[in-house]
Nanobody, 122 residues
Framework: QLVESGGGSVQAGESLRLSCVAS????????MAWFRQAPGKEREVVLC????????NYAYSQEGRFHISRDNDGNTLYMQMDRLKPDDTAVYYC?????????????????WGRGTQVTVSS
């Protein structure tokens, strides 16, 4: 089970920190990712961190404003989002893959959270 938190409504330029807590059978070698889905758009992968702690950036629109991390036991995932823009408005999902490497494909992830809404106004 994955449970996200930390979403909210902010003004452009502000920051948010999303968290995702995993429970149940987990492994430090699992990869974990943040996806987002904006209104009327497909869900897209934003950032991923693999089983070795290597980070991959897939949403180039975030231009280095977002940073992914996880705690030492591998069960809590974070995403620090700075200098938020209205285009960042979306539901953000945490996903976990029972494999050490990251993937850009939703079907490769085994567990999903329900999402947390992020709304950025100008």
């Amino acid at each position: 089970q994955l449970v996200e938190s930390g979403g909210g409504s902010v003004q452009a330029g502000e920051s948010l920190r999303l968290s995702c807590v995993a429970s149940g059978f987990t492994s430090k070698t699992d990869s974990m990712a943040w996806f987002r889905q904006a209104p009327g758009k497909e869900r897209e992968v934003v950032l991923c961190i693999d089983g070795s702690g290597v980070r991959s950036n897939y949403a180039y629109s975030q231009e280095g404003r977002f940073h992914i991390s996880r705690d030492n036991d591998g069960n809590t995932l974070y995403m620090q989002m700075d200098r938020l823009k209205p285009d960042d408005t979306a539901v953000y999902y945490c996903a976990r893959r029972q494999a050490p490497d990251c993937s850009t494909y939703m079907e490769d992830y085994d567990f999903w959270g329900r999402g947390t809404q992020v709304t950025v106004s100008s």
